[in-house]
């Protein structure tokens, strides 16, 4: 309760978007980095101690979901960052999705950190279109408009 008064005293907004965003913070405009802050301070405030800890605990320990996964047919667009300090969970999700799920594409940012959309919107919605161009155009060409 007292970290989650703390962050959501706004004292720590700017912290908390700094560290999220990592090496791209640098090269950001003021501009940026006060709607990435706005962005984060959002989310600090609206937030429960709940949600948190499942975020926490989804990115600190592994998640067995290898049942979900045995009988999934959906191709998987995995993107992760390498300089998160959770990449080695990541790393493990990778090697357990390629495993179930053979159509995967794994894309990850060098110095992509966590927050992948907030960071590199561009060549995120870039990875998004190109993995699911095909399977879109597919789809549309299977069903009448």
Not at 33 to 43: L, Q
Not at 82 to 94: F, G, P, T
Request: charged share 20%; no cysteine; hydrophobic share 40%.
């Amino acid at each position: 309760d007292i970290i989650m008064s703390a962050l959501k005293s706004g004292l720590f907004d700017k912290m908390v978007a700094q560290s999220i965003m990592g090496p791209a913070w640098e090269q950001m405009e003021v501009s940026e980095k006060k709607e990435i802050t706005d962005i984060v301070a959002s989310n600090l405030q609206t937030s429960s101690p709940s949600a948190w800890y499942g975020i926490y605990r989804s990115i600190t320990s592994p998640i067995d979901f290898t049942e979900a996964l045995k009988n999934s047919s959906v191709p998987i667009l995995y993107i992760y960052g390498e300089q998160s300090r959770y990449r080695e969970i990541a790393k493990m999700n990778v090697d357990i999705i390629k495993t179930f799920v053979p159509n995967t594409e794994i894309v990850s940012f060098d110095t992509g950190v966590h927050d992948l959309e907030l960071q590199y919107p561009h060549q995120v919605a870039n990875a998004i279109r190109k993995s699911w161009k095909t399977e879109v155009y597919l789809s549309a060409q299977q069903s009448p408009l």
